[in-house]
């Protein structure tokens, strides 16, 4: 086993080596595959699972856990409760209320979101740095996520999208607190041009193909969170006007590798050993490249 040197205290470093991904449903989770694939490559002996666990049953697996258990990833419907658990949460997890990775220490679980930084560096791999305006379709939990990696990426201008206008008051209020103006919008239109979209719709959604296109006409690039059924809707209508449309594959695999620095140091800004590798490592594991 590597040895680890924690860069905060409290880390259950030497001992403490079970991890795992919760959710309701977790079957279709890709989590085990990609934290496997960073953890053979650092050379750490750890475990890494899924198990299913609703939102009711949070607290009383979350207490019968043994002090060798090191972490936890967290899917839907688990990341408010999550939020509501941590003793101690970052900045990213504060505006979003939502925690996707638990880090158990002596003083209780802290909380992180790395959806956030998922989806800006998922943008960096697509070529987007930075953005002036931008759209998100859907107002649900990744909505706001999206909402704080675009005011990250610069964003003072957001449209959000959804079947209820009104449903965007709730990403009004976080647009606030990052100096983003948040205006709601009907899935119908009509929509004005951006830089950037952001579709944060589950999998099944159905959307009518001539509201896929106008979104699509004036939409600029599409990164849709979806990646289990690929090609969407709307990336379909992207796809067809010759314009990028990219998967929720690459948050997937950005948002891992920070959740793999929290248990490995404590800290989803602390690069890896030879991270580079560790990164390839778990592209290979779900994109086979």
Not at 70 to 87: E, I, Q, W, Y
Not at 163 to 185: I, K, M, Q, T
Not at 190 to 200: G, N
Not at 266 to 279: K, M, T, W
Request: aromatic content about 6%; overall charge neutral; proline content about 6%.
């Amino acid at each position: 086993m590597a040895q680890l040197v924690p860069r905060q205290p409290g880390l259950r470093v030497l001992t403490a080596r079970r991890l795992a991904v919760w959710g309701d449903p977790i079957d279709h989770s890709l989590s085990p595959r990609l934290h496997a694939a960073a953890y053979a490559e650092l050379g750490y002996d750890w475990e890494y699972e899924r198990r299913r666990v609703d939102e009711a049953a949070f607290a009383a697996t979350l207490a019968g856990l043994s002090p060798a258990w090191r972490g936890l990833s967290l899917t839907m419907p688990l990341k408010s409760v999550a939020f509501r658990t941590a003793v101690r949460r970052d900045r990213r997890a504060q505006l979003t209320r939502a925690v996707n990775t638990l880090l158990f220490t002596p003083h209780g679980p802290r909380g992180f979101n790395t959806d956030v930084g998922g989806i800006v560096a998922s943008l960096g791999d697509a070529g987007v740095d930075g953005v002036g305006t931008a759209r998100i379709v859907g107002t649900g939990a990744t909505a706001t996520s999206a909402l704080v990696a675009l005011g990250e990426m610069g964003a003072r201008d957001v449209f959000v999208v959804a079947r209820r206008p009104e449903a965007a008051a709730a990403l009004a209020a976080v647009g606030s607190e990052l100096g983003v103006r948040v205006r709601g919008a009907a899935l119908e239109g009509p929509h004005p041009d951006v830089e950037l979209t952001i579709a944060t719709l589950p999998g099944e959604a159905d959307i009518d193909p001539a509201v896929a296109d106008a979104l699509a006409r004036a939409g600029g690039p599409l990164l849709d969170v979806v990646y289990g059924t690929w090609p969407t809707p709307l990336a379909v209508a992207w796809q067809a006007r010759g314009q990028s449309a990219v998967s929720g594959l690459g948050m997937l695999l950005h948002q891992a590798l920070l959740q793999v620095r929290v248990f490995a140091a404590g800290d989803p800004d602390a690069r890896l050993p030879d991270e580079d590798a560790v990164l390839a490592a778990m592209r290979r594991a779900i994109m086979g490249d």
